[in-house]
């Protein structure tokens, strides 16, 4: 197979090094923006873009344009086009997220597939007797329960400890977090162990929060932490991402959530290091030992066009003003005012300051809707789906210490709809869930009248 690498000097110089933003004339209108996305589900106030994303028709007519050109002539397309085309969208990425080499970043499926990559590094290091039975990761209590789960499998398998650092909500600042994680790392080092990995979310998803992540992997820094591993799932595209400036040694983000990519696609950024030259792609092909990069361009026969359409994704966000830090404000500014809104309607609160909250926001619920359990959130949140037509998901906020349960209801917020707002979504969708809960609490409906 051809070497992509190879080709590394020829395709950069086709890559601007600043990425051309449309004129005042040419930026996309209000009806195109409804075009883009007309093959959403007419009704449907769909508020929750955090957890699938969404993709312009623009951006899957280019995904189809790649999808036919392997079908028409797949060794011409194996042979001639598929690396220099992954080669071109992991240039770009590069270029995006300010890292220093194109060999440090890799494009995989989703964060799923990054974490298990970074873990199962950990777990072979605990197997092979270079990390200490007991030694320790460190990760927040919200962490994504895939990430949760590729701990139990790789490292908690292998001999290693887990400390979860618990994270208070609702939050207030920054201090609050760095309090908290200061502790986790005192507990990981505790009884002469080390701690290893560090795993720090970006931006949290339920509850949703960003976390300061430079200062996390800086205190890291400063308490010897061996790896820190920041899973970014919902940042590209939803706040800003400088990889050098925060400093991990490892940091995946979706590129399907909040960059406009057709699902799953994902950058894995690795730190130039000789520990970068020890991870793998845990589906091994015969590409096996050239490089992360390269092993992850080609596990197999199967579709990769959602990987090679990041130059029609760039050039769709350039039609906004301010390209992709336009998009950013925009919807952080929004989904801010929206949930301030809800939270006036329903005499409650954010869950975190506007300043923590990226293109999404925890909103308080009435107390009156009585939700006690994660099963009560889940069917709220089906019940406003199948009832209302409001796609939206419902957090519960289990009591604190000292706090008082039983039926005292009043003014107990346990419940929080986390809001999204994409480019897609109007003023229309957040008075639709507006009017959908205080339709309910006018019924005198609680979550156990849910069936």
């Not at 699938?52 to 951006?59: D, K, L, Q, V």
């Not at 042979?79 to 992991?90: A, M, T």
């Not at 010897?224 to 040694?249: L, M, P, R, Y």
């Not at 923590?356 to 089906?382: E, F, N, Q, Y």
């Amino acid at each position: 197979m051809e070497d992509p690498q190879a080709n590394g000097d020829h395709n950069h110089n086709h890559i601007p090094k600043k990425l051309k933003l449309s004129s005042p004339s040419s930026f996309i209108s209000d009806s195109e923006i409804r075009q883009e996305f007309a093959h959403h589900q007419l009704g449907i106030a769909r508020i929750n873009n955090g957890s699938f994303g969404s993709c312009p028709a623009s951006i899957i007519a280019a995904q189809k344009r790649w999808q036919l050109r392997f079908l028409q002539q797949p060794d011409d397309f194996f042979f001639n086009h598929l690396q220099n085309g992954i080669l071109r969208s992991r240039t770009l990425i590069t270029s995006l997220i300010n890292a220093d080499h194109v060999d440090e970043v890799s494009i995989v499926d989703n964060a799923t597939t990054a974490a298990a990559i970074v873990l199962q590094h950990v777990g072979w290091a605990f197997a092979e007797g270079r990390f200490q039975k007991g030694d320790a990761v460190v990760m927040l209590h919200c962490a994504f329960q895939a990430v949760k789960k590729s701990i139990e499998a790789y490292v908690t398998r292998a001999g290693g400890s887990v400390i979860v650092v618990q994270l208070p909500f609702p939050i207030h600042s920054d201090q609050e977090i760095i309090a908290e994680f200061r502790k986790g790392l005192a507990m990981g080092k505790a009884h002469g162990r080390k701690v290893r990995l560090a795993i720090i979310d970006h931006i949290t998803s339920m509850p949703c929060v960003v976390i300061p992540v430079r200062e996390l992997v800086q205190i890291c820094r400063e308490e010897g932490v061996e790896q820190v591993f920041v899973d970014a799932a919902h940042a590209i595209g939803s706040v800003h991402v400088d990889v050098k400036e925060i400093g991990a040694d490892f940091y995946v983000s979706n590129l399907h959530k909040w960059f406009f990519c057709p699902p799953s696609v994902a950058f894995l950024y690795c730190r130039k290091s000789p520990i970068a030259l020890d991870l793998h792609h845990p589906v091994v092909s015969h590409e096996y030992g050239n490089g992360l990069a390269i092993e992850s361009a080609w596990i197999g026969t199967r579709d990769y066009s959602s990987q090679l359409v990041v130059p029609d994704v760039l050039d769709f966000v350039n039609r906004f003003e301010g390209g992709i830090a336009g998009i950013r404000k925009r919807n952080h500014d929004a989904v801010v005012r929206m949930g301030e809104l809800l939270a006036r309607a329903w005499g409650t609160h954010l869950g975190s300051p506007p300043e923590m909250c990226p293109s999404m926001a925890m909103v308080g619920l009435p107390s009156s809707l009585r939700i006690s359990s994660d099963d009560d959130a889940l069917k709220l949140r089906t019940h406003l789906r199948d009832h209302f037509e409001v796609e939206v998901p419902i957090y519960y906020q289990a009591l604190k210490d000292g706090e008082i349960g039983g039926d005292n209801w009043d003014g107990r917020v346990a419940g929080y709809a986390r809001i999204s707002h994409q480019v897609y979504n109007t003023v229309d969708d957040y008075l639709k869930l507006r009017d959908a809960i205080n339709q309910l609490v006018k019924d005198g409906v609680t979550c156990s009248d849910l069936p």
